[in-house]
């Protein structure tokens, strides 16, 4: 079980993870008065905003592949959140598109087939251990590909597939950013 303070950071995650992705779905005019974009890099934008707890610096992306093709979901994104205010860094963080099986989501997410156990809650997924945040962002630079899978509140098993293609790039600018 993930200890007290890793629940509050998912707290908090599943609000800034969902504003995250509204800002992201914004037009550009739109960004600028909430989110500063730092850069796209390849697959990955890295972007800088600030709420309550001070500044807050993330990578996202959507999928390039989605199983089940044609699923009616709403966007879908993958993010890595440093919040500078509140000291945390490496926060891993997904949202599916909608409502993750409340039972038995079966969230993962894997870099080149190393496997990460997930957390899910609502439409969004964390890391089940804060400890695996830093190896997994190590093999997030050094990896080709990171799959997501997890089971949908009506039981739909979902795949989505990202590039890393520019991630240690992406990864580099929101560390500058938010030291």
């Keep these: 079980m993930r200890n007290k303070l890793a ?9 800034v993870g969902l504003a995250v ?5 914004l037009t550009p005019a739109a960004q600028g008065q909430q989110a500063t974009e730092l850069g796209t890099f390849n697959a990955w934008t890295a972007w800088q905003a600030t709420d309550a707890s001070g500044l807050i610096c993330y990578v996202s992306a959507a999928p390039q592949a989605s199983e ?12 890595i ?3 500078k205010g509140m000291g945390t860094k490496n926060e891993v963080q997904t949202i599916i598109g909608y409502p993750y099986n409340t039972i038995d989501a079966k969230a ?9 156990p997930m957390v899910a809650e609502g439409s969004a997924a964390w890391l089940a251990s804060t400890s695996d945040e830093s190896g997994f962002v190590q093999a997030f630079k050094a990896g080709r590909k ?3 899978k997890g089971t949908s509140q009506r039981g739909t098993d ?4 990202y590039s890393l293609s520019g991630a240690t790039a992406a990864m580099n600018a929101i560390d500058a950013a938010c030291k």
């Excluded at 629940?7 to 609000?15: N, P």
């Excluded at 979902?158 to 597939?161: E, F, G, L, Q, V």
């Design 7 to 15: 629940m509050t950071r998912k707290t908090t995650s599943l609000v």
């Design 108 to 116: 993962s997410a894997s870099i080149d087939g190393k496997s990460y």
């Design 146 to 148: 990171l799959i997501v």
């Design 81 to 83: 959140i440093h919040r």
């Design 68 to 79: 089940p093709a044609g699923a009616n979901r709403d966007p879908i994104h993958f993010m």
């Design 21 to 25: 992705s509204a800002v992201v779905a």
């Design 158 to 161: 979902t795949s989505d597939s």
